[in-house]
């Protein structure tokens, strides 16, 4: 199943304030939201993160060492200190994860990820997030879309696909194994061609 848009064929149960949950085939959830952010503060890390000058740093690999892929990534928070002059961009997207999900998190790291135009989806390898924490007990992942495109976050054993969209968040726990993918479309004039996307993991 993929969703995009409004469009969707799996089990889900909608709320009010426009949240959606997939129940995945495992019994596992998660949990979509649109337009999660005010639009004004998006507006601001839209237009950041596909300028020109936004510093980005080459990873060659994005799963494993050797895995035959890369991206590009900024680090804004991880080793319990912010890494980054930007970090005030992204502290709405933490009030509304306090508001909207977990009261009080407490960050483990955040990072964007920049997977650049390709002529196929080719998506990476099925993973969990932050395996060096080596911790017994779950934490929460979320995603936040920066730009529409045709890539996707898909996990095991479902074939629930995750479209890509302005400001779409999604979260799920820690142990639900996912992978992501490039973009090949052609966008919009003014919309960004690559896959910009950032990852947030709390407890």
């Not at 409004?6 to 995945?24: F, H, Q, V």
């Not at 507006?43 to 060659?60: A, G």
């Not at 045709?150 to 799920?172: A, C, I, P, W």
Request: hydrophobic share 35%.
């Amino acid at each position: 199943m993929i969703l995009m848009g409004g469009i969707d064929m799996t089990k889900s149960y909608d709320d009010s304030d426009g949240r959606k949950e997939y129940i995945l085939e495992n019994g596992k959830k998660v949990t979509v939201y649109d337009n999660f952010l005010p639009q004004i503060n998006f507006n601001d890390i839209f237009r950041v993160f596909t300028q020109s000058f936004f510093p980005w740093y080459l990873n060659e690999s994005i799963v494993e060492p050797n895995d035959g892929k890369f991206q590009f990534v900024h680090t804004f928070y991880t080793e319990n200190e912010w890494k980054t002059r930007e970090r005030n961009l992204l502290l709405p997207v933490v009030n509304e994860i306090e508001k909207q999900i977990t009261p009080e998190p407490i960050l483990i790291r955040i990072k964007a990820n920049l997977r650049t135009h390709s002529t196929t989806l080719d998506e990476s390898l099925l993973h969990t997030d932050c395996d060096w924490l080596k911790r017994p007990f779950l934490f929460n992942i979320g995603i936040l879309y920066v730009n529409d495109n045709d890539g996707y976050t898909f996990f095991e054993g479902s074939d629930l696909k995750v479209q890509s969209k302005e400001n779409r968040f999604v979260h799920f726990d820690s142990d639900i194994r996912h992978g992501g993918t490039a973009a090949t479309w052609d966008p919009p004039l003014g919309k960004g061609k690559h896959r910009f996307v950032v990852n947030f993991n709390w407890y």
